[in-house]
């Protein structure tokens, strides 16, 4: 029988790897995309969905490229960045080892160490790109070394339970970038995304080529939106991670007879309404509403496992 | 032109050699195997175990402001030997002197007739920071007070085994002795091959098996969990290491809670669960704040009622500490004798109990000749080298000895063995020590081998890992 701890502990495994492979795709995309477009000012919006401006203002740098990447990628002071999500994701593997595979606990602790390694290399902007893919690459290795050695125990179910939650809600995020501008009111000519900016995430999405032979050629941003929030076949949408979430619910269930409670299905039910039912028009301030109000309901969900699975009285 | 040897220019000097000097000298089948090695691939393999150690985590940890810093414990490559004669002195000698220890606690802390018999001083146990009165009376299955025992023994210039220290509470190191087995199989698998010696992977289901050999009257298949300290301990890896080898739930004080039944629980994702044994690496003073510490927050508040109330198994039990003071050491032989009627198998280094009239004058006569060493300390602490001590060393030393006699032990100067090493200067002699791990339910059993610690520095006798010793992989030859 699984300690609630350890529960805990491979789910925020799970999260906090994930969050590292997220960051590296949105760093990715916001490289490609600036570098294409020639706009400094696309780094900021970054600080603004994570809510770092004021974190980063201390250290009373410009919002270059340079600096909000190293910001996200290197520095150990912000607990956003990809080198404090990796740590906390071993510390999590550290309390977890005995019931990790050796080669999962070897995988990640040689991943923490190479992208501790990084903070020492200053790195320039050129090196961004191979950085980013390098990252991701390695949180892939991750998720094969669990899925290709790990034991199918309630810890693998916690773990994929925790990497599906955080897919789901970084996915919003990196669309976001671009919408939430539309809901803060003294700004009335924010300009939406044009197709370029979506063809670099469905790119980095692994779902450019999908989309492409799912519709056709005319298909608009609404449309990219709609394929990467709620299409079920696409591995990065928004649908496809919390369904995944729901089923490692039911198999916690059916298999460790970990009941859920009423306050988890009443989440899960309401965050799977909200996917099922998206608004007409994927745009502008309806979009980033729309994304906002998902947010909401994976942090609900969210706590509703921390109510039940992790603190539980005793 | 044949290789140079790798012994060509190694010489222990007056030391007894593990490898050399043991069974049959240079001509020993493992000796030949080692000496024809070349120090360059020597070197290369050693680099990438330790490598590999690092990535492994088989490491202790350090934490700082910087993060967490994993270490590995430095590893030597040249193993140590013992013969199939010797192993069968070392195991039936630990199983003597373990069930002896046994008998003591069983003893003290219930009828004390050793103490009434006038064999070992009553203020020595009842005095003792170790002693727990509150387990006076309490009854254990099977009598068990020292589940897993380590016995740290040394050989001297002759190549006599002595006992040196007794570890009844938390022995730890056992998981290197089989990581560094399993190094050295990935490592050495050419010097492996057809090398006899005895296993050492199922420590773990060994361990699970004596413990539950001790678990509460009428369960059959009890639950057990190893109670740690947590990540910030620095033998944590250990601790993950036998939870898993004996796939238990590894648990901290706060996974646990005792309920008004004196039960105790655990705390899972489908509620509470029943816990039958506790195989804790924490330190009596943090076990339970309602009887110890109350501050503590390692421990669980009500584990010493359920271990009163005969719900749970605590090993190694609460105050077993008593017996393996530094200063109860020196009366073992006589303990031997008082419970099994027996010479002891393996000799104590001779010990010199300043308490005693006669001893105390020998050894203010003899301080440049003798260790003197605090009782109740570990870990090498508060040692007093007399040939290497400076003036002012021995004239403190001796005035604390007039002071608090009974709080200090003498012991002559003995050179440890030595084992070949590898060293930044090649292959040397390093003084090496030997604790093998001793399992207690119904009876007793030993790991063949046990932890060989080695001194790195040149010349030193201190082996402890807390300060700067490392450790060789261990061979029972069958």
Redesign the interface.
């Known amino acids: ?7 805990e502990n491979a789910f925020w495994l799970g999260r906090y790897m994930e969050r590292v492979e997220s960051l590296a795709r949105l760093l990715w995309v916001t490289e490609a995309f600036a570098a294409d477009q020639d706009s400094g000012e696309a780094w900021a919006p970054i600080l603004s969905v994570f809510a770092d401006e004021a974190a980063f203002a201390e250290r009373g740098k410009a919002p270059t490229a340079l600096n909000v990447a190293r910001f996200y990628l290197t520095d ?1 002071n912000n607990p956003n960045s990809a080198v404090a999500a990796s ?1 906390m994701a ?2 999590n593997a ?2 977890l ?3 990790l595979s ?1 080669e999962a ?2 995988e990640i ?2 991943f923490n160490d190479d992208l ?1 390694a990084l903070q020492k290399r200053r790195f320039s902007l050129s090196k961004l790109n191979d950085i980013c893919l390098s990252l991701r690459d390695g949180c892939y290795k991750h998720r094969g070394v669990m899925a290709a050695t790990c034991y199918r125990d ?1 810890v693998w179910r916690f773990h994929q339970l925790g990497g599906a939650l955080e897919r789901a809600d970084q996915m919003t995020r990196l669309i976001d970038m671009k919408y939430f501008r539309f809901d803060i009111d003294d700004i009335d000519d924010v300009t939406p995304p044009d197709v370029a900016w979506w063809n670099t995430l469905l790119r980095s999405a692994s779902g450019y080529h999908a989309f492409q032979r799912r519709h056709s050629f005319n298909a608009d941003a609404g449309d990219a939106a709609h394929f990467v929030l709620c299409d079920p076949y696409l591995p990065l949408s928004v649908t496809n991670a919390a369904e995944a979430s729901f089923y490692q619910l039911g198999r ?1 269930e059916r298999d ?4 859920p409670g009423a306050a988890i299905v009443a989440a899960a039910n309401a965050l799977e309404s909200r996917l099922a039912s998206p608004p007409a028009k994927l745009n502008g301030r309806a979009l980033h509403r729309y994304l906002d109000a998902i947010q909401q309901e994976i942090i609900a969900l969210a706590n509703a496992l921390n109510d039940r ?1 992790f603190a ?1 009285a ?1 | 032109m044949p290789t140079k040897s790798l012994f060509a220019e190694y010489d222990p000097g007056e030391n007894f050699c593990e490898i050399t000097t043991s069974a049959g000298g240079k001509n020993n089948p493992v000796a030949r195997k080692l000496s024809r090695y070349n120090l360059r691939t020597l070197n290369q393999r050693n680099a990438a175990a330790e490598r590999e150690l690092k ?3 088989i490491t202790f940890t350090v934490y700082s402001d910087a ?2 810093i ?1 270490r590995i414990l430095p590893f030597d490559p040249l193993p140590r030997q013992i013969t199939a004669a010797d192993w069968n002195l070392i195991d039936t000698g630990c199983i003597q002197r373990v069930t002896a220890l046994n008998a003591f606690l069983n003893d003290v802390y219930g009828k004390q007739q050793i103490l009434k018999d006038g064999v070992v001083p009553k203020a020595l146990v009842l005095k003792n920071k170790h002693f727990r009165k509150e387990m006076l009376g309490v009854k254990l299955a099977q009598g068990a007070y020292t589940h897993i025992s380590g016995v740290d023994l040394i050989r001297d210039q002759n190549g006599e085994f002595l006992v040196l220290e007794d570890n009844c509470r938390s022995p730890s190191g056992v998981s290197y002795v089989i990581e560094n087995r399993h190094l050295m199989m990935r490592s050495f698998p050419d010097l492996m091959e057809g090398t006899k010696i005895l296993p050492v992977s199922d420590y773990g289901k060994r361990l699970r098996g004596k413990l539950s050999e001790t678990a509460p009257p009428r369960i059959q298949k009890p639950n057990i969990v190893l109670l740690t300290p ?2 910030f301990n620095s033998a ?1 890896f250990e ?3 036998l ?2 080898e004996m796939g238990v ?4 004080g ?2 646990l ?1 005792v309920d008004d039944e004196d039960r105790v ?9 029943r816990v039958h044994l506790i195989y804790r690496r924490i330190d009596d003073d943090f076990l339970d704040p309602e009887v110890f510490r109350e501050d503590s927050m390692l421990g669980t508040p009500g584990l010493m009622r359920a271990l009163k109330a005969g719900k749970v198994t605590i090993a190694n039990a609460v105050g077993a500490g008593v017996a393996d003071d530094k200063a109860v050491y020196a009366y073992m032989p006589r303990i031997i004798d008082y419970y099994l009627g027996e010479e002891p198998i393996l000799n104590n280094v001779k010990t010199w109990i300043c308490r005693e009239k006669e001893d105390r004058a020998y050894v203010l006569d003899h301080l440049d000749e003798l260790v003197v060493k605090p009782v109740g300390e570990s870990g090498g602490y508060g040692i007093v080298i007399g040939p290497k001590a400076t003036k002012a060393e021995i004239r403190d030393v001796r005035k604390a000895i007039k002071k608090d006699p009974a709080n200090y032990i003498a012991q002559p100067m003995i050179s440890l063995s030595v084992c070949p090493t590898l060293t930044p200067r090649g292959v040397a002699p390093r003084h090496v020590d030997l604790r093998p791990f001793v399992l207690t339910g119904k009876d007793s059993w030993v790991l063949p081998g046990g932890l060989t610690r080695v001194a790195m520095r040149e010349g030193s006798l201190i082996v402890n890992s807390s300060q700067g010793g490392g450790s060789k992989d261990t061979w029972v030859m069958r």
């Open positions: 029988m699984l300690l609630s701890r350890f529960a150990r740590f071993k510390e550290r309390s080892r005995h019931l050796t606990w070897r602790s040689v501790a309630e916690l460790f007879n970990a009941k699975y539980p005793g | 990535n492994l985590g993060g967490a994993d947590g990540v944590y601790h993950v290491f939870a898993r739930s590894l648990v901290e706060r996974d809670f629980f655990m705390k899972s994702i489908s509620g509470l669960q």
